[in-house]
């Protein structure tokens, strides 16, 4: 704001009027100014008709500041209003020219920087980062053939086929208009009436009842483009194609009951989750890939590719790595950053192109019309985070709101003959983007293709590929968001469309909800493969303990060579230990060392981990159990099926937190590890990592479901 201030050192830390209170301020060494650049000599009082009068409208100060802070909010976006953002690169492993002529993906020597923001849908700006919905993907790649935004979704199918569709479906989940509820959920009654009477979403239903729609981690989940694009190479040959984004650190979920409490204890847990993996140089990272179908093989495909509600199996055409994108930097400043950006499907580089997907057409209108009113006018291109970079820019748009580009000469328009250096279109051949020929023949028509009308096949593919506990949790959460709802009639129709996607789901439901079903019909659409692993989380995990969070308690009295073994083992692992005291401040190991408390009990939570570890040490142990926040905490990590540590000396608080029933009997249960005998060896925190790895003991719930069954 002032580089002109820097110079003007205040004299001496005393307010003019010499109140003593501004001897404990803070001299930076800059001045305060106003917009105008006026140095400011008071910024505690508003200028008064003496110190009890009234204040004076002639407070310019005071208005400017005033006025600035009431215009500080812009519009927040109408969807994706909460989002978290980091800045990147790109790099391709290999040339695509064979498929694209596209600059970026033409040398692996070619490193393209990429701003992404990950955002839910529904809620509002200050909304939970871990309710249940679809997480925004959207890439926005600085290319040296300008701007290609690849604004994508977690989830890689759409509720709807139809932009049309797209105002309703928002405003049916969005609060209630009569009393503005709920926030962020789509557990409500408008949701479920819209979604009942409307089949085509029952494929996306079936991903935003799983588990996809609670990831752990935006570090953690997949991206998808939705809709088909055309890639065209330099000789003008096209592939339709299906962008995908794999994480490194792989796919994985919180579970319902953990994604409500954290909605509590840290409304802003995926945002600060991305932003502390960042600062601790853990930059996550996305492989870049795509699924790849000629031009000529789209006609007889056994999936629609313009259809937004199907997908195609990696089973049926395997997703090709082409790329890598790490997240390296955090944003500098939220608003100017993360808020300003501005993401449209249409920022198109030459080489990728359209396809006629009747929703992504759509989206090509909102995108550049939602920025006009959101960013204040048509020159938001000129906001640093929306800027072309390393490109030639240049163009004859003049004017509007907030114009900052001075621009010179007389020459405003093309052709003209009055300035030689005007800039005129690239000629032929000389790159540009060149829209693909494609002939279109056909009356005007309000329709869709018929194959738009199979709206289950992909639904019971879903349904077919899960693995049992995924089934249960989907069937959970249609249980939930449907118990929600209190039209009955809106629950039997919601219920009885997913009959149409299998008989045991839908029967499975209907018990949840108190409802009577009649049998289900007998038709169903085929889909080419009978099941898709890909679709399941659980099929082939990646198991890592990379960045995961260990919260290791202590009390006074822990043994401090145990927990400095935990710690340097854990960290090694890459995994971020936090030790967690009963107080803040400093504990005192049995030995009196001190050792600094990242957290103070009270103000965490077990959801807020990934694991839970319990040193030894005889009065640390003591201390721990006369607080009955230490046992609430093993036994909720351990209903979440977290992994659990305890050292010999510990295993009390295991029976108190209700883990263990006597001694003797901690050894074979999934996911906690307790030394066979002794102390802690590098073995035993081995054997925790491995567990942390798997991201959670999912045989601790067979172990559990079967021995309540029995
Ligand atoms: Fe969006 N969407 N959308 N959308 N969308 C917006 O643009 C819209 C759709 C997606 O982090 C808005 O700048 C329509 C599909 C993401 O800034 C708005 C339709 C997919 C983001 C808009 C769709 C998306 C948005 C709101 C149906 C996945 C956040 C603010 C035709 C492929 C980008 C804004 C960010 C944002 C409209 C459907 C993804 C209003 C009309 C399908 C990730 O323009």
């Known amino acids: 704001m002032s580089t002109r201030g820097k110079k003007q050192h205040l004299p001496s830390a005393k307010r003019p009027d010499g109140d003593p209170r501004r001897d404990g301020f803070i001299e930076s060494g800059e001045v305060l100014t106003t917009n105008q650049g006026v140095a400011i000599s008071d910024n505690q ?28 909010r812009i519009p927040e976006r109408v969807v994706h209003a909460r989002g978290s953002a980091a800045h990147g690169v790109f790099r391709p492993y290999a040339s695509m020219a064979e498929y694209t002529k596209a600059g970026f993906l033409q040398d692996p020597a070619i490193e393209t920087e990429v ?27 600085y290319t040296a053939e300008g701007n290609f935004d690849l604004v994508g979704n977690n989830i890689p199918v759409f509720f709807i086929q139809d932009a049309i569709k797209f105002p309703d479906l928002i405003h ?31 494929h996306m239903l079936m991903w935003a009842m799983s588990d996809r729609a609670i990831p752990r981690s935006y570090r953690m989940m997949e991206g998808f483009g939705v809709h088909s694009f055309k890639f065209v190479n330099a000789e003008g040959k096209v592939h339709f194609v299906k962008f995908h984004w794999k994480p490194k650190l792989g796919t994985h979920s919180l579970l319902w009951d953990e994604a409500q409490q954290i909605s509590g204890k840290d409304p802003d847990f995926h945002r600060r989750d991305l932003w502390e993996a960042i600062e601790a140089g853990a930059y996550p990272e996305f492989e870049f890939g795509v699924q790849l179908i000629p031009a000529a093989d789209v006609q007889g495909f056994p999936i629609d590719l313009l259809d937004p509600t199907k997908l195609v199996p990696e089973e049926l055409v395997p997703v090709t790595p082409i790329g890598r994108m790490v997240l390296n930097r955090n944003p500098t400043n939220f608003f100017a950053e993360t808020e300003q950006v501005a993401f449209h499907p249409g920022h198109l580089v030459p080489g990728i192109d359209f396809t006629n997907d009747p929703l992504l057409q759509g989206r090509l209108h909102s995108y550049l019309d939602t920025q006009l009113i959101r960013l204040g006018g048509p020159n938001f291109h000129e906001i640093p985070v929306n800027q072309p970079r390393g490109c030639p820019f240049r163009n004859l748009q003049r004017d509007g709101y907030m114009r900052q580009r001075v621009d010179q000469g007389r020459v405003a328009y093309e052709p003209s003959s009055l300035d030689e250096g005007a800039p005129a279109q690239s000629p032929a051949g000389r790159g540009g983007f060149a829209t693909f020929l494609e002939g279109v023949e056909g009356e005007k028509v309000r329709a869709r293709p018929e194959s738009f009308f199979d709206h289950y096949s992909q639904a019971a593919l879903f349904w077919r590929s899960q693995s049992p506990i995924e089934k249960d949790h989907i ?13 009955r009639h809106v629950q039997q129709r919601m219920v009885e469309n997913l009959q149409n996607v299998d008989g045991t789901l839908a029967r499975r439901v209907s018990e949840q909800l108190g409802l009577n079903l009649g049998e289900p019909p007998a038709v169903q659409a085929k889909s080419p493969v009978e099941t898709s692993p890909a679709l399941s989380l659980l099929h082939d995990p990646v198991t890592s303990a990379a960045s995961r969070k260990v919260a290791i308690l202590v009390a006074d009295g822990v043994d401090g060579d145990e927990l ?80 659990i ?3 010999t000396g510990a295993t009390a608080l295991l029976e108190d937190a209700g883990v263990v029933h ?3 009997t901690t050894q074979d249960i999934p996911g906690v590890v307790v030394p066979a005998s002794g102390g802690t060896t590098p073995k035993d925190i081995q054997a925790f990592i491995e567990v942390i790895a798997k991201h959670r003991a999912w045989d601790r719930l067979r172990k559990q479901t079967t021995a309540a069954s029995a």
Do not use: C
């Open 475 to 487: 069937v959970d959460a249609f249980g939930f968001e449907l118990g929600k709802v209190q039209t």
């Open 662 to 664: 006597g001694e003797g």
């Open 172 to 202: 049916s989940v969005k609060p209630e208009p009569h009393h503005g509820m709920p926030q962020a959920a789509s557990a409500h009654d408008t949701f479920w009436d819209f979604a009942s009477l409307l089949p085509e979403s029952t």
């Open 564 to 643: 400095a073994l935990l710690k340097t083992a854990l960290e090694k692992a890459g995994a971020v230990a936090k030790v967690v005291g009963v107080r803040g401040g400093q504990i005192a190991t049995g030995n009196g060392d001190p050792i600094a408390v990242d957290h103070p009990l009270p103000t965490v939570a077990s959801t807020l981990f990934d694991a839970v570890a319990v040193p030894g040490g005889a009065g640390h142990v003591n201390a721990l159990r006369a607080n009955p926040r230490s046992a609430f905490f093993v036994a909720e990590s351990f209903r979440h099926l977290k992994g």
């Open 45 to 72: 009082n508003s200028l008064k008709a003496a110190p009890r009068g009234p204040t004076l409208l002639e407070d310019f100060i005071l208005r400017e500041k005033i006025t600035h802070f009431d215009h500080e």
């Open 115 to 141: 701003f992404v923001r990950f955002s839910t849908v529904a809620g509002g700006a200050g909304s939970a980062d871990t309710a249940r919905d679809v997480r925004g993907f959207a890439v926005k790649f």
């Open 645 to 647: 540590y305890a050292a």
